[in-house]
């Protein structure tokens, strides 16, 4: 079992950097994307956390016992019920949920912010972009301009571009081959900077050799 680790300083950029608070519709939206993804990533122990979100813990505060909620989701991909019960002491040990007892006798578990945060990092972590074998034809330009106050998590925005495979067009515009204008949004909002951001779909661009011979696009 792999016990989740929280690093003291971000890799995403030389200075600390905290990301910020993403909205909870965007969050179950990624949560439900990770549990489809079959990843490494998932892990029993980060495959418990998300379970407790899309139970409606960020909402509700609260849910019924981890087994319940992750009973139809070990079905399909062969967790067990001890999985989720070693997945729920590392949290717990960890700090990442608190449990309780409702008023009906009934356990109940609920993110701490410790295991928000960390949550948050197993989305991020796990956004990938998508690699059609075919080219549509259409060049994601990704544009920002983000006041100097905000610097940490701009040269943190443009360390994670490049990492997703990105080409870096100017300075601060960057493109790649495929649509995901969600992922990169996701991305953004995780560095608190997406109202900075704006994202073009091109079909055409008079000098795009470079481009082509860059994406390996014929």
């Not at 003291?8 to 994307?33: H, Q, V, W």
């Not at 489809?36 to 813990?57: E, F, K």
């Not at 515009?173 to 091109?202: M, Q, T």
Request: proline share 5%.
């Amino acid at each position: 079992m792999v016990k989740p680790k929280i690093q003291s300083r971000s890799k995403y950029s030389k200075n600390y950097f905290e990301p910020k608070k993403i909205n909870e519709k965007t969050l179950k939206i990624r949560a439900e994307e990770f549990l489809a993804s079959g990843t490494p990533a998932s892990y029993a122990t980060q495959v418990a956390l998300v379970l407790i979100l899309l139970s409606g813990v960020v909402v509700l505060g609260a849910v019924p016992g981890l087994t319940v909620a992750a009973r139809g989701y070990q079905r399909s991909k062969g967790y067990t019920s001890r999985d989720f019960a070693n997945a729920t002491g590392n949290l717990r040990r960890g700090g990442y949920i608190e449990e309780s007892i409702g008023d009906n006798g009934t356990p109940r578990i609920r993110l701490t912010k410790k295991g928000e945060a960390y949550f948050q990092k197993i989305l991020f972590d796990d956004v990938q972009l998508p690699e059609p074998k075919k080219w549509g034809g259409k060049w994601t330009f990704v544009l920002f301009d983000i006041p100097v106050q905000f610097s940490k998590a701009r040269e943190a925005l443009r360390w994670r571009l490049k990492a997703l495979g990105f080409y870096q067009y100017q300075k601060s515009v960057w493109v790649y081959p495929h649509p995901c204008e969600k992922e990169i949004l996701y991305v953004a909002d995780y560095f608190g900077v997406g109202k900075f951001v704006e994202i073009l779909s091109v079909d055409y661009l008079s000098k795009d050799k470079e481009l082509k011979k860059h994406f390996g696009i014929k």
